[in-house]
DNA sequence: TACTCACTCGTACACTGTGCGAGCCCGGCT
DNA sequence: AGCCGGGCTCGCACAGTGTACGAGTGAGTA
């Protein structure tokens, strides 16, 4: 039962010492990354990870402590994608921005949605990422608290909506039929239990089901109320 | 490569004839649900499910396709916990009380925050949920549109912030410290990382760190802000 | 030259989900 | 009475997992 803020993949000095190693940790963790975008959280095992770099399995863990750690690595590194916006006036607008950001990286690596529920997140990565929304929201005029409420609130919004929408991407992926077909199936299967549950069914008008741009209005019909909500307070 | 809407674990009957069989699906989920409850994701298997219920590992395959069934069975008697408010006139109120209500439901089974990202949830109970928050807003005056997007955005963030409270939660299961000890080793590893990220640590006259409350205020805040947020569209 | 130490890797262990086929038991038909 | 069909249970086996361990390699220092 180790204190894992002590000694943690953070804080732990990526290598120790000198030489020429065969294996980095920063080339592990572009691997597994690899590996991941590819073929989903399945598709990573140390063993095809070894195998991907020309290497042993086990030589992965001289320079990682164990798949989980590997993970956070891989988690941190994705947060490193979201963009921090310049200090603007318009903080609405860069608020705006970093949450839909976020939303979209989280999609690109769909594999994330069932990780980021078990292992919490404090690489350097994702603290400076909350660090810079918390002082944008405090430059607006948001008190200290207040900051640090809305700028969660935002990411959960992002997050909450990432999941569910990550959730449908790799179903499709998984079934193997193509997204349009799946849609179908889907807007079939709806349609079938509309007495059941009538308004989850567009209607005999409804335009054909997009997902992924239902998905898209969805998360940004929240964020803009969200963000009214916010306004309200300043 | 089926398509998982034709015959799916939703659709299929429960049990095609009669006898007396020794297992059953309600029993199989039951059981499922005390193992994760009690041991979170890593404790469900089938051969310690099967040891639980008394018999072969192998028997429950006559029951459930396959151990994704199971969980996505498992998913929906945890969605069938959230209360559905009765048609009252604060639709505010109730649609607040739907999302604190999913919230709390889905820390208490918190293992299904590993599960929200890969399989989407269409089980009867899930979508009992969704049908009756949109007739909710539906009812308080939202558009047939607006409605479903305000719903998705209360379970957007509902859903987010129970997903990063359950990986704090699991953290600490895993960690083998006590929440309060691990609360400690972060509030000193905030500290000590003040310089680089100054916002994120309470500063010298902060009060003592409680997560749990934390993630409630926080989560109050942000319900709130988008409430206010949808109520200004009436 | 001898020693140390960063680093690699093969083997082994306990454990996973699940396909397969054998077996059981009970209701109904000939 | 004999038989059959099929709902249901289960043991075995297979391929795959994460990772502990200990042996091995090779470069740098004393």
Same mark, same amino acid.
């Given at each position: 039962m180790p204190d894992p803020f002590e000694r943690s993949v953070w804080t732990r000095p990526a290598r120790p010492r000198s030489g020429t190693p065969a294996l980095s940790r920063d080339q592990i963790v572009k691997a597994a990354l690899e590996?991941?975008?590819?073929e989903g959280i399945d598709g990573l095992s140390m063993r095809r990870l070894g195998a991907k770099l020309g290497s042993g399995a086990t030589s992965i863990y001289w320079h990682v402590a164990n798949k989980d750690?590997?993970?956070d690595l891989a988690i941190d590194a994705v947060m490193g994608e979201?963009?921090?916006?310049?200090?603007?006036?318009?903080?609405? =607008? #860069? @608020?705006?921005?970093? !949450?839909?950001?976020?939303?979209?990286?989280?999609?690109?690596?769909?594999w994330i949605a069932s990780l980021f529920g078990v292992r919490p997140n404090?690489?350097?990565?994702?603290?400076?990422?909350?660090?810079?929304?918390?002082?944008?929201?405090?430059?607006?005029?948001?008190?200290q608290a207040e900051a640090t409420y809305a700028a969660s609130a935002l990411s959960s919004h992002a997050i909450g909506?990432?999941?569910? =929408? #990550? @959730?449908?991407?790799? !179903?499709?992926?998984?079934?193997?039929?193509t997204e349009a077909d799946l849609t179908k199936s889907v807007a079939a299967f709806l349609e079938e239990q509309r007495e059941a549950y009538p308004r989850l069914d567009g209607g005999p008008g409804a335009p054909p089901l997009d997902i992924r741009a239902l998905q898209e209005t969805t998360f940004e019909y929240g964020l803009e109320r969200l963000l009214d909500g916010l306004a309200a307070r300043l």
């Open positions: 590996l991941l975008d590819a750690d590997l993970l979201v963009r921090i916006p310049d200090p603007v006036d318009d903080w609405r =607008a #860069a @608020a705006g921005a970093m !949450a839909r950001d976020l939303r979209e990286v989280l999609l690109r690596h769909s404090v690489g350097p990565n994702s603290m400076a990422l909350a660090e810079s929304m918390i002082t944008l929201l405090d430059r607006a005029g948001f008190s909506a990432a999941i569910t =929408a #990550a @959730a449908w991407h790799t !179903a499709v992926a998984r079934s193997g039929m």
